[in-house]
């Protein structure tokens, strides 16, 4: 089936520094992949979408320079968390599909970093 | 725009009673709708989806949703809960004005099994 890895599992940061986080889709190509942020107990609020070889698109109140999103090929997104401050602290959690619009094959969800700045 | 609202942050039920986890969903075309799993500190895993093929849904670990267009609603059973059932369970919704790209999650519900 299709798997998506997501690394770092966890991530402790100092206040000010840069994060990077990595989505791979495994055994897929994946057209589009997705970034989520989840604060303890919620729900999984999307921050952008990435499709390979384009620039993001980041849903409204999510800051482009601070969440910078690469998608340099079909099997690898990154997210990183620029001048990470301790509210930046959340749980991500990424996202592949293949196909698109009614051909869309599912979506697959990597294992999500929980990011702790201090 | 699609939503979803599941009513009830929290689910308790015994082992082996009925689990029931409420989804309504708002949209003005057809959606598909997901039931996603979460344990603690981990992605999500699909439970089920509905895309407009039979109303019935069967997933996996004998859960099964029934999409009821009269009632918006798409809610998650299962007929006996198991301990390792306890998580955190999420409907979304995707629709054609995203070309069934984005999801949209409703805030979730806990359930906790007790034996």
């Known amino acids: 089936g299709a798997v998506v890895s997501q690394h770092p599992s966890r991530v402790i940061c100092k206040s000010g520094t840069s994060v990077k986080i990595e989505c791979r889709s495994l055994d897929f190509q994946a057209t589009t992949m997705f970034w989520y942020r989840q604060f303890p107990k919620q729900s999984l609020m999307l921050m952008a979408t990435?499709?390979?070889?384009?620039?993001?698109?980041?849903e409204q109140g999510v800051e482009k320079d601070k969440f910078l999103i690469n998608h340099a090929s079909l099997t690898l997104s990154t997210l990183t968390v620029t001048s990470a401050h301790p509210e930046d602290s959340s749980f991500y959690i990424c996202?592949?599909?293949?196909?698109?619009?009614?051909?869309?094959?599912?979506?697959?969800f990597g294992s999500g970093t929980r990011l702790t700045v201090v | 725009a699609q939503s979803v609202t599941q009513l009830g942050s929290h689910v308790s039920v015994s082992e082996g009673a009925l689990v029931l986890l409420r989804c309504n969903y708002s949209s003005s075309v057809p959606p598909y709708l997901f039931w996603y799993v979460q344990y603690p500190n981990q992605g999500l895993q699909l439970l089920l989806k509905y895309t407009s093929a039979a109303t019935l849904v069967k997933g996996i670990n004998g859960f099964e949703a029934e999409f009821k267009k009269s009632e918006t609603s798409f809610h998650l059973t299962k007929p006996s809960a198991h301990m390792s059932d306890a998580a955190e369970y999420f409907c979304?919704?995707?629709?054609?004005?995203?070309?069934?790209?984005?999801?949209?999650f409703g805030t979730g519900t806990r359930l906790l099994v007790s034996p």
């Open positions: 996202s592949a599909i293949r196909g698109q619009g009614l051909t869309n094959y599912g979506y697959t």
């Open positions: 990435s499709n390979e070889g384009s620039k993001a698109t980041y």
């Open positions: 979304a919704v995707s629709g054609p004005n995203t070309g069934f790209q984005k999801l949209v």
